[in-house]
Nanobody, 133 residues
Framework: QVQLVESGGGSVQPGGSLSLSCAASGYTGSNLCLGWFRQAPGKDREGLVAVYTGAGALYYAESVVGRFLASQATAKNTVSLVMNNLKPEDTATYYC??????????????????????????WGQGTQVTVSS
């Protein structure tokens, strides 16, 4: 049974930084497609970042490119997301999600770039990020 455990998040003033981490416990494959969505109150869930472990980040949403940076942590099947220069519009619940089994890199990218939530098999519990002065 694969479980995604998220950590990090919190509250910060505009311009500040926060980090998130997503650890896939129970996954026995060699590589993993995972990433983040976020959902602000009253808005649709937005695909933000796609990562394929062993290949690196495949996609960043235009709203976060240049400010958010995903990287693979030293722990296996754990990916971190550093969020810099945060803005009030970044306030949302952030969800880590992953696909079952090996997938093509383009397919992994598109899961998040095209908001294909229903194609993802595993979800984290969600973590709140609040940016306000």
């Amino acid at each position: 049974q694969v479980q995604l455990v998220e950590s990090g998040g919190g509250s910060v003033q505009p311009g500040g930084s926060l980090s998130l981490s997503c650890a896939a416990s129970g996954y026995t494959g060699s590589n993993l497609c995972l990433g983040w969505f976020r959902q602000a109150p009253g808005k649709d869930r937005e695909g933000l970042v796609a990562v394929y472990t062993g290949a690196g980040a495949l996609y960043y949403a235009e709203s976060v490119v240049g400010r958010f940076l995903a990287s693979q942590a030293t722990a296996k099947n754990t990916v971190s997301l550093v969020m810099n220069n945060l803005k009030p519009e970044d306030t949302a619940t952030y969800y880590c999600a992953a696909a079952r089994g090996p997938v093509e890199l383009l397919q992994c990218r598109n899961y998040f770039a095209q908001g294909a939530e229903t194609d993802l098999d595993y979800w984290g519990q969600g973590t709140q990020v609040t940016v306000s002065s």
